[in-house]
């Protein structure tokens, strides 16, 4: 009878031997399995040209008075250089849904597509809004399915997502690591690159500042996020601000009762005004 490994194909003796510390991913690659973009990678550790995946920075989101808002800043990097100041980090999912993006915008934006698509298709079909659990899900699965993409360093995807929970009257805020796990925040969160630089400053005002971030109103909840963003830049070159010879602001989008909505490039003048140049 012909043994299991033969009737497999497979010659269970002629695997390498890994040494102390490896794990599935090495005895695949040891194998001779190729991840997806791996011939970009192996092109340039053999004197190819180097490649510089394009990234984006630094996202932040916190809860405040009448919801959640979403921002961030609008560079996108590929090692020290500024590819493009413009990006659109903080993109709308649905009616009451955002995701914001660090990481691959390459990835993220379709993600970002591929999970709008399933939403409007359970909608359409079953005539009802996909549920809050279900929607975290499907994000998460989406960026599990990316994971090839992460582990060699040229794909990953961290998002933020913000939806409105109207059974519990409330904004949420979630965010995920690199292996799809999601993970709920009460008052804020923030990621990419410059995050480091203001994630203790975020807990410090919340914490100890005048007011909680759940009790700010929409003004000084959006002159916040700003100042954030500007401090991320401080400390953060591939972080943007305030472009005033282009006239390019942050993104920053709010989620409360009556859906998602943009903040004007004139409010956003206005209040970088108030906030930066006068604060």
């Known amino acids: 009878m012909m043994s299991d490994q033969a009737s497999n194909g497979l010659d269970f003796g002629a695997l390498p031997q890994l040494g102390p510390g490896a794990d599935f991913f ?3 690659k040891a194998g001779g399995y190729h991840f997806p973009g791996q011939m970009v990678a192996e092109a340039t550790a053999s004197g190819g040209p180097a490649f510089q995946p394009t990234e984006g920075t630094t996202i932040l989101a916190l809860r405040y008075g009448q919801g959640v808002l979403i921002a961030g800043d609008r560079r996108a990097t590929a090692g020290n250089a500024v590819i493009y100041d413009r990006a659109d980090k903080v993109l709308p999912i649905d009616d009451r849904s955002v995701m914001a993006i660090s990481g691959s915008p390459a990835m993220a934006y379709e993600i970002a597509r591929i999970l709008e698509h399933s939403f409007q298709y359970h909608r359409r079909r079953q005539l ?9 899900r499907r994000l998460s699965i989406l960026i599990r399915d990316n994971l090839p993409m992460a582990i060699q360093g040229i794909g990953a995807v961290v998002p933020i997502f913000a939806t409105y929970d109207n059974k519990d009257e409330t904004g949420k805020i979630f965010f995920y690591d ?21 994630r203790g400053v975020m807990y410090h005002l919340n914490r100890w500042g005048q007011t909680p971030f759940a009790n700010l109103p929409r003004d000084e909840a959006i002159g916040l996020s700003l100042r954030l963003l500007f401090t991320a830049s401080e400390y953060d070159s591939a972080t943007g601000r305030y472009e005033q010879t282009a006239d390019v602001f942050p993104t920053v989008k ?5 859906g998602f909505s943009d903040v004007s490039v004139d409010e956003l003048r206005g209040l970088h005004a108030r906030f930066i140049e006068a604060g």
């Open 26 to 28: 090495d005895l695949l």
């Open 178 to 198: 690199a292996l799809g796990a999601q993970f709920e925040v009460t008052d804020f969160t923030t990621t990419g690159s410059g995050s480091s630089a203001i």
């Open 254 to 258: 709010t989620v409360t009762a009556d």
């Open 128 to 136: 009802t809004e996909m549920s809050i659990e279900a929607k975290l």
